[in-house]
């Protein structure tokens, strides 16, 4: 039993043993960079689960606890990939500008209302929030506004030339 252990640990992982799982994720070619990254990031973990796995077996000598801390360090990272931190973007120019052009899937709120409106996203205190404008004097207004309020992790990347390199 534990030599057929050993060989399931050692077997290796690989991604494509997960595309029927991921039709949840979108499949548009902005989005295969991101889908490219979650599988190499779930092979990985898998083949590390595997490994620590075998590694806790051996040094215990009793499957069971092993298994107990496998299932309690799956629960440990479970935890963190349950609720992946969002990237919001965004834009904090007036709403001619903003109907003129703008990044595709970023939140809208000109600068001045920040304060009455940031509530209306429904966003976290914590969330990661990118904020910009035409040249980054506006949204360095509204990254002050967001502190203010207690947004802690904000930042001011700049107008919307830099914020569309820095998104691509």
Request: net charge neutral; aromatic share 4%; hydrophobic share 40%.
């Amino acid at each position: 039993m534990l030599e057929s252990g050993r060989r399931a640990a050692t077997a290796k992982y690989h991604p494509d043993q997960q595309m029927a799982s991921e039709n949840r994720y979108n499949e548009s070619p902005k989005n295969n960079k991101s889908l490219g990254v979650v599988r190499l990031l779930r092979c990985q973990i898998e083949n590390l689960m595997k490994l620590l796995n075998s590694i806790l077996t051996r040094l215990t000598n009793n499957r069971r606890f092993a298994t107990a801390l496998l299932i309690l360090s799956l629960s440990a990272l479970a935890s963190c990939a349950s609720s992946p931190s969002q990237v919001v973007w965004l834009d904090v120019r007036t709403d001619a500008e903003y109907a003129e052009d703008h990044i595709e899937g970023s939140a809208h709120i000109p600068h001045e209302e920040i304060a009455m409106r940031i509530a209306d996203l429904g966003l976290e205190k914590d969330a990661e929030i990118n904020v910009y404008c035409r040249t980054g004097k506006r949204a360095g207004i509204a990254l002050a506004a967001l502190q203010e309020l207690g947004y802690t992790n904000a930042k001011n990347v700049g107008g919307i030339g830099d914020a569309r390199e820095l998104r691509d």
